[in-house]
């Protein structure tokens, strides 16, 4: 992180769920700070994949809070409950955000509020913002997930709502493997089913041999993945989304999960037709 200084603090608070024990950090730089950013994390990693970036928030000034989410990093490795969060919903991943931003909010209450969400984490910005958005001075989203046909098709897929409902708790397997069908179908000879993240070969070495990111998952992680989905890109999302919030969109233009760029243009469509700037 190029020796820049930062405070770390840990902090633990109950999940939603009323079974984990999240854990988040707060990464504050050591001069006087003139925002916070509330970071949240994409699916399959953890939040301190992201120092290097938030070294840089620190290094402009402003304070950087993130957590683990349930099932996930820290928060799974130390409850035993990887790649189980036992959520009974997206619901509850945004009520553990909020529980967060209320952390940050007690700390410095003062300071402007920005969130950062990334891949999976954009797809809960875009929800938070819409629940619970009423005090955010802008939405950043990044690795924005539009126009995802895996999730759209598994969406309408009665035996994958029937499987969960059968048993929640079961082993993902094939559903997901489903909902991330094609990601690779723009990658020349991948070695893998996650080379389709970046383009420097480094990085998606570096992912892959990352043991917070390689764990198998619970149909529920799944299902609560493509309802929250579903919703995002409902006509319901944007008119929630509070207008006075500036939103930056940002999305490579060879990411599957934004459509290779086009998914953007829908998600700006969508905010821009109900009176939002961006």
Known sequence: MGGLLMSIREISFPSANGRDTIKAWSYS???????????????????????????????????????????????????????????GGYMTYLKDEKSLHDIAKEAYPELPYFVFGHSWGSMLARAYAAFYGEDLKGLMLCGLC?????????????????AYEADPYQPAGAWFDKVFSGMTDRVENPNGPADWIANDPRIVADHAGDMFNTFDTTLELAYDFVQLYHFIESDEWAPMVPKNIPCYLISGDQDPCGNYGEGLYHVANLLANSGHKI
């Open 29 to 87: 730089p050591l001069g006087e700070p003139k925002g916070v950013i509330q970071l949240i994390h994409g699916y399959g990693e953890h939040s301190r994949r992201y120092l290097h970036m938030i070294s840089k928030f620190n290094q402009a000034g402003y304070v950087v809070f993130a957590d683990d989410h349930l099932g996930h990093g820290k928060t799974g490795v130390d409850g035993g409950t990887l790649g189980d969060p036992h959520s």
């Open 146 to 162: 539009s126009q995802w046909k895996g999730c759209e098709i598994e969406y309408n897929d009665p035996e994958f709502k029937a």
